[in-house]
């Protein structure tokens, strides 16, 4: 028998939400190279940061009094996968981008390496168990600085283990606070907008898996978003609700969002690769002919509230308190029906790929996004990712041929207006 590492709270909400029928729980990264991966390399670079990350050596194991992270020695030999390509190259990139993970049997990552005439694609595939995606671009800033430094022949620095759990987001709040911040009103989290939207109807044969992505001119809508005192998160949120208002005939609709909650890990502390992610919700009306400075401005005014202060970390709170109170076997009878309902329409925003920390010696990246769970339609999940000011949308779905046409038109319907700006 392996060691065993303790499953995280965060761990396990994301186990239990992987539960539900519609929600499919990875995360994926694909990356475009001029030139080509040494496997070997790669290899000894993911057994490396095993010493940072265990995790990836082990299975998940859903055991009766709680799981646990059992470690089976995986390597980046059982890790790292190359694959050749023939003349439909970008199906077959898309084939291992989209694969699974039995993670009760199989390391909880997977990279392959897709070799093509012109260069490597690199298609990193996790669990969200494991992570969620700023701690996918955590993990892959680390690996190419490994592989890197192994190319290059240079010194390693040492790697340690950070801690995964929830105390990082707590460094230095003390009871009082807490009791505090529990006492604030209320952040209902994104599963509480899952009353079905206006205006859907599917059906019909045919069904499959698909992903449909568009790139967004993102300059122009940076320097609208900034004359009306905006962020580009709020743009991206204003254009989705207007397509998708647009595309069903709906004037009112929730909107739940993700927020990365590392920005209240204090200055100093360390923290390991984990799940850090909550939950917010919007409420927006887009009315015929209401001018897109209107639908942000509800955006910004909204997300500026979840901004401030430190309420945001209620839910975390209420959760930590709830896997420590609640035997485990409990659980999931709790909160299957209450807790783990998945909204209806989702948006996430995978963040910043950064250019400067994402560099494979002797293979330049000249592009990347991620994106995250297929989603059983009607339910939708619209991501949106930024590599050298490249911002791509993407939507992964299983349904019928109805259903991406859907899709479709509702990236391009973000991209067309985002591109009206300028």
């Known amino acids: 028998m392996g060691a065993k590492y303790k499953a995280e709270s965060f761990d396990l909400w994301q186990f239990l939400c992987g539960k539900c029928h519609v929600y499919e729980p990875f995360i994926r990264c694909r990356i475009d190279l001029a030139g080509h991966i040494d496997v070997g390399t790669l290899k000894r670079a993911v057994t490396l940061s095993k010493k940072t990350l265990p995790m990836i050596g082990c299975c998940f ?33 898309l084939e291992h981008l989209f694969s699974v993970i039995d993670v009760a049997k199989e390391p909880p990552l997977r990279i392959t390496v897709v070799t093509g005439a012109g260069g490597d694609t690199l298609c990193a595939l996790v669990s969200h168990i494991l992570c969620d995606t700023a701690g996918l671009k955590q993990y892959l800033y680390l690996l190419s600085g490994l592989y890197t430094k192994l190319k290059r022949g240079e010194r390693l620095p040492e790697q340690t283990f950070e801690v995964r759990g929830t105390g990082p987001l707590f460094a230095g ?65 204003a254009l989705y609700a207007r397509a998708f208002c647009k595309n069903t005939g709906a004037n009112d609709m929730f909107l739940p969002s993700t927020v990365d909650l590392r920005k209240f890990i204090p200055k100093g502390v360390k923290y390991g690769i984990s799940n850090y992610s909550g939950d917010c919700m919007c409420r927006v009306s887009v009315g015929p002919g209401d001018p897109f400075e209107k639908t942000v401005r509800q955006f910004s005014e909204q997300m500026a509230v979840y901004k401030t202060g430190k309420r945001m970390l209620k839910n975390v709170l209420r959760w930590e308190r709830a896997v420590r109170l609640i035997p485990y076997p409990m659980m999931w009878r709790i909160f299957a029906d209450r807790v783990m309902r998945q909204a209806i329409i989702t948006y996430t925003n995978l963040g910043v790929i950064e250019s400067e920390e994402l560099k494979f010696e002797g293979a330049q990246v000249t592009s990347a996004y991620l994106t995250a769970s297929i989603k059983a339609r009607p339910y939708l999940l619209v991501n949106a990712s930024t590599f050298r000011d490249c911002c791509t949308l993407s939507s992964s779905i299983y349904g019928s041929e109805a259903d991406r046409e859907f899709v479709v038109r509702l990236l391009e319907d973000m991209r067309d207006e985002a591109a009206g700006l300028a």
């Open 61 to 93: 194991q859903d055991r009766t009094l709680r799981p646990v992270w059992v470690d089976k020695n995986f390597t980046g030999d059982d890790i790292v996968r190359a694959a050749e390509v023939g003349d439909d190259a970008e199906s077959r990139i």
């Open 173 to 237: 709040i003390g009871i009082k606070e807490k009791v505090s911040i529990l006492r604030s009103e209320f952040v209902p989290p994104a599963a509480f907008g899952s009353q079905a939207q206006p205006g859907i109807s599917f059906g019909g044969e045919g069904f499959g898996t698909y992903l449909e992505k568009r790139v967004l001119p993102i300059g122009a809508l940076k320097t609208f978003v900034k004359k009306n005192g905006a962020t580009v998160n709020d743009g991206l949120m």
